[in-house]
């Protein structure tokens, strides 16, 4: 598999809690879209360690950091590609605005997608 940010994929090297709560966010007030963890900007597979622990903690901050709870528009899943595991996180848009809840309902944590 061939990876490449565009509008609908995000690509994350590590998976730091806040940043992945934005870019979910992201896409539930925009469009459908893939965030791939394990694997770099430039495409390159770095794989993630420690696979199960980083897919709860993907979850514990999906129904933690995001207001509304979007659990019915986020899946996480892992995949294999040249032997190393990726965690896959698929987003479709949602009907009502999404907030990271640190922000509160503010246009701080009211995020959209632009681009890549």
Do not use: W
């Amino acid at each position: 598999m061939i990876f490449k940010e565009d509008q609908h994929t995000e690509l994350k090297e590590n998976p730091k809690s806040g940043t992945i709560a934005n870019e979910i966010v992201a896409f539930l007030n925009t469009c459908d879209g893939k965030i791939y963890i394990g694997v770099k900007d430039d495409g390159t597979i770095v794989g993630v360690p420690n696979l199960d622990e980083v897919m709860l903690r993907i979850a514990d901050m999906i129904s933690n950091e995001i207001l509304p709870s979007p659990e019915s528009l986020v899946s996480i899943d892992s995949i294999e590609e040249d032997g190393k595991s990726i965690v896959s996180i698929s987003v479709r848009k949602g009907n009502d605005l999404f907030y990271v809840k640190k922000y509160g309902r503010s246009s701080s944590g009211c995020l959209k997608r632009v681009g890549t």
